[in-house]
């Protein structure tokens, strides 16, 4: 094995690593819903290439408001769904779509695209 | 705010519209103003504001939404939400746009294609040109100032035709994701950049090793975008079953109020308002006939292609058509609470679930195209390392493949775009699945139980056969009996009048009339005396005949309940009633057990009368004198039963365990009132719908229709779906599986078959759309027994 060889095994190597890095290890920050009196816990997700937040904590048995808006010209987050409650919405671009849900036992509830590329999590507890 | 004034507004707390200029009391809240017919409602809003404001969507209450909103909207700050809600959601016009803003996006990403193929195709000539003898020493000698030119040439390309795939490939980075962006703009752009190099520091490149790819970066862009203008196109076909069932939502309705007949739209018509509904048109909403008769057609809703006969007091259900006569009716289920909108609710959530057979490719799909990423860079190195000479362009080629070949769509769209369709599809034939489970359930059904009275049964006695005796002709016993139990409650007697108008005969007034509570009626009729009732009225009455006891046993043998007919003391007749079977109950039955599935009966009443039911309809199989509370036990029984079968039941009854354990699966058919328990303890309880109960809460699948040939569509069609979603996800692993290791060079060594990434992004974009083809198959589903069954 030469120099060259050496050194791009070691650059691919070092690549894969920052690839699972990256991608598989990372944590994103947990956001915790605002609650409107005795109202909905409001939360205001923008969808650009994933969920920002991607993690949300709720309080479980009180409605949660979530409202979409996708920032992106891509159709990949067109679709929002939430399997556990049923739910589905057409997100159109720069268009505010909200979307309400009553967790109601603690748990985590995930919402993801259409493809289930893009995913979120409600943390209810 | 000016348009504010003019525009109605509703009362949060009591639900009443408001103008403005009339409103008796208003409030601020949450920056808007909120209107109230009267101080009453202000003071319980001022009270407790979110409690109205609330956002609850199933609650009859107001929501203020202070969300930013286009400008036409944002007037109405405040909007009844309860009543349009569901069907809002689904409206012609929130699907028009919705259409029109898809076909927007189809032109845009054709022109964004054409404009791709049309540099490709310049810059492919230029590529090939190499390979042709003659042209080769001049065009080498130019090499840099060619490659100089394609850069120029694709860049905009990518720029225009394929930035969204750079735009999104950002985003999921910045978010710590990846998608099919990432890799179309790794692919694509390091293919573009590589070259770029190539092209301006040609001489840093030892010779051999001096490859452009710009004919790779163009073309893979052209075909993704052609390929997912395909796939959006065909997407927009695979929801047009509930689309097609929103669009049946009438916009106006004609109402009459303090008797002046005027149109509204529809989303103003209330409960107990009076509408009419002339022929032709559609029944605006739910309702009750008050006058009129007619045949209204309501396949829409009920899949059932027959129109039905309406009277008086019938329900009407809205989106079905008025055939024949001109009826007036009261509205009793308005805006979301119809049927319709229900159904187009519950087929929404449906669609939305997930089927557990689609859990696996969910958990693929997050490691996916990490993974592929990963590939590519391993297939990098190792021809880098171990390739033949120029390795450089090796390397780059089979890189190059795997990041293009890979698609990630193909398997995240096999499960949900077969779901959508094959949901949409059930509800065409008045079938409801709640969601993907209960779909992936009913396609593995072994056993279904069928409850007899008004499921495989009308539920309601009739008349069923009229027996004359003496001179008496059939049709003058059947105008006596009529005539004689006019008047009376009895179920049975009412079965006798139904049955005689059913034969058209003309039902006159009785002279006298005595209803004797027990034995039957006595009536006088064109001075004759007539006596109708069962054997103990005619023993009281002393009249005997061998004759009809004969035919009044011969009756029971079949399950029917005779009546006898005297006239002036003499026998004139038998007349027999039964809760006669559904006219195509039995296809319906045959039809499952040609599926392969166990039939079997379930009643209340004794075995005689049970038996002779099930003669009727092909079950030999009867569980009879089952109380109603014992039904859901059976069913359980049933349940360890076939665990027994299949293998060693560990105990556990929960439903959940025994579907993962593949154990034989026992569905029940019932009316989901009587036998909720019954539905709930079964794998899949499918509700037989009446009318306009379509949401049945026990159920798994709710049979609109009444037919008990919904059954059967439903595993018919459960079956094609999961069959689809089976072919969906196995070409979309497959082609994944085979794809990338070709892609990467494995059949380089033995075959020395590399692939050209040109190939790849063209599978790859063939791939996709194969599986929203392939799911958009199942709109051409046809249970095949619909013919024998209509007869």
């Known amino acids: 094995m030469n120099a060259a060889q050496l050194a791009v095994t070691i650059a691919g190597l070092a690549v894969v690593a920052w690839i699972v890095r990256y991608f598989w290890f990372w944590k994103g920050e947990t956001v915790k819903a605002q609650a409107e009196g005795r109202g909905a816990q409001v939360v205001d997700v923008t969808v650009k290439g994933g969920y920002q937040p991607a993690s949300i904590m709720v309080r479980a048995g009180r409605p949660v408001r979530l409202n979409f808006t996708r920032r992106e010209a891509s159709t990949c987050g067109e679709e929002v769904v939430l399997p556990s409650f049923g739910k589905r919405a057409h997100l159109p671009q720069d268009e505010t779509v909200s979307v309400e849900v009553v967790p109601a036992e603690p748990g985590e509830y995930e919402f993801t695209c259409g493809m289930n590329m893009y995913r979120g999590k409600l943390i209810a507890e | 705010m000016e348009a504010a004034t003019t525009k109605k507004h509703v009362d949060p707390v009591c639900g009443m519209s408001v103008a403005p200029a009339s409103a008796a009391a208003r409030s601020e809240f949450a920056g808007e103003t909120v209107y109230f017919c009267c101080a009453g409602c202000k003071q319980r809003f001022d009270a407790e504001p979110s409690r109205f404001a609330a956002v609850e969507s199933s609650d009859e209450r107001a929501r203020v939404s202070a969300r930013p909103m286009p400008a036409t909207q944002n007037l109405v700050g405040i909007q009844r939400i309860a009543r349009p809600s569901p069907v809002a959601n689904a409206s012609p016009l929130a699907n028009a746009s919705r259409d029109e803003a898809q076909a927007r996006e189809y032109r845009m990403m054709m022109r964004k294609f054409v404009f791709a193929a049309a540099v490709a195709v310049p810059v492919l000539l230029l590529m090939l040109a190499e390979y042709v003898p003659s042209l080769r020493e001049p065009l080498m000698r130019r090499q ?59 001489r840093f490149f030892p010779e051999g090793t001096r490859g452009m790819y710009f004919d790779v970066s163009v073309i893979v862009v052209a075909l993704v975008v052609l390929g997912q ?59 009750v006939i008050l006058e009129g008769e007619s045949a209204v057609d309501e396949s829409v809703v009920t899949g059932e292609s027959v129109p039905a006969d309406k009277r008086p007091g019938d329900q009407v259900i809205g989106s079905s058509v008025n055939r024949t006569g001109a009826f007036t009716f009261r509205a009793t289920k308005v805006g979301g609470d119809t049927a ?78 077969s779901l959508m369709v094959g949901v949409g599809k059930a509800a065409e034939f008045g079938v409801l699945i709640r969601n993907g489970e209960a779909l992936e359930t009913a396609s593995r059904l072994n056993v279904v139980v069928l409850d007899k009275t008004g499921t495989i049964t009308k539920g309601r006695p009739e008349l069923t056969d009229v027996s004359a005796l003496g001179d008496f002709s059939e049709a003058d016993l059947l105008r006596l009996a009529a005539v004689a139990d006019r008047r009376s409650e009895h179920p049975l007697a009412e079965a006798i009048v139904r049955g005689a108008r059913a034969r058209n005969v003309e039902i006159g007034e009785p002279e006298e009339f005595k209803a004797i509570p027990g034995h039957g009626v006595e009536a006088r009729i064109e001075g004759r005396r007539v006596v109708v009732g069962n054997a103990r009225l005619m023993s009281r009455e002393k009249v005997s005949s061998p004759e009809s006891e004969a035919r009044a046993s011969r009756y029971a043998d079949d399950g029917k309940t005779a009546m006898f007919v005297a006239v002036d003391g003499h026998a004139a007749g038998v007349l027999a009633v039964a809760d006669a079977v559904k006219e195509d109950s039995a296809a319906a039955v045959r039809a499952l057990q040609k599926m392969g599935v166990e039939v079997l009966m379930i009643t ?4 005689r009368t049970a038996r002779s039911i099930a003669r009727q309809v092909g079950i030999t199989r009867v569980l009879a004198d089952v109380p109603p509370e014992e039904k859901a036990r059976q069913v359980e029984l049933l349940q360890r039963a076939c665990d027994a079968a299949s293998e060693k039941s560990d105990g556990r009854k929960k439903n959940a365990g025994r579907k993962r354990r593949g154990a034989r699966l026992v569905g029940m058919v019932g009316d989901g009132i009587n036998d909720a328990p019954a539905l709930a303890q079964a794998d899949v309880g499918f509700a037989i719908g009446t009318g306009t109960d379509v949401a049945i809460e026990a159920a798994d699948i709710t049979l609109v229709g009444g037919s008990l040939r919904g059954v059967a569509s439903a595993v018919e069609v459960s079956r094609a779906t999961l069959r689809n979603i089976k072919q969906n996800l196995f070409g979309a692993f497959i082609y994944n599986a085979l794809g990338i290791p070709v892609a990467a060079g494995i059949l380089y060594p033995v075959f020395g078959l590399l692939l050209s ?35």
């Open chain 2, 144 to 202: 840099q100032l060619i490659g100089f030119a394609s850069a120029v040439l694709t860049l905009p390309v990518l720029v225009w035709s394929g930035g969204q795939f750079f735009a999104g490939a950002w985003n999921n980075f910045r978010n710590h994701n990846a998608n099919m962006d990432t890799l179309v703009a790794l692919g694509t752009g390091s293919a573009w950049g590589y070259s770029t190099v190539v092209a301006l520091a040609t």
């Open chain 2, 229 to 287: 203008a395909l796939e959006s196109r065909a997407k927009s076909r695979s929801g047009a079953a509930i689309r097609k069932l929103s669009e049946l939502q009438s916009r106006t309705a004609r109402v009459i109020r303090r008797g002046v007949e005027r149109d509204v739209p529809v989303e103003d018509v209330f409960v107990g308002d009076t509408v009419l509904v002339r022929p032709g048109e559609r029944v605006p909403v739910d309702g």
């Open chain 2, 340 to 417: 319709l909108a229900r159904i187009v609710e519950m087929v929404r959530r449906a669609q939305s679930s997930k089927p557990p057979i689609g859990r696996l490719v969910d958990a693929v799909s997050s490691y996916f195209v990490p993974s592929v990423m990963i590939a590519a860079v391993l297939t990098f190195v190792v021809w880098f390392d171990f390739g033949p000479q120029p390795v450089l362009n090796y390397s780059i080629v089979a890189m190059l493949a795997v990041l293009v070949i890979a698609c990630p769509c193909a398997l995240g769209l096999a499960t949900p775009i």
């Open chain 2, 604 to 607: 209340g009443d004794n075995e």
């Open chain 2, 757 to 791: 990434p040109v190939i790849a992004g063209a599978a790859m974009a063939a791939s996709s759309v194969t599986v929203v083809t392939n799911a958009n198959r199942l709109r051409f589903f046809e249970p095949s027994k619909a013919e024998e069954v209509k007869r």
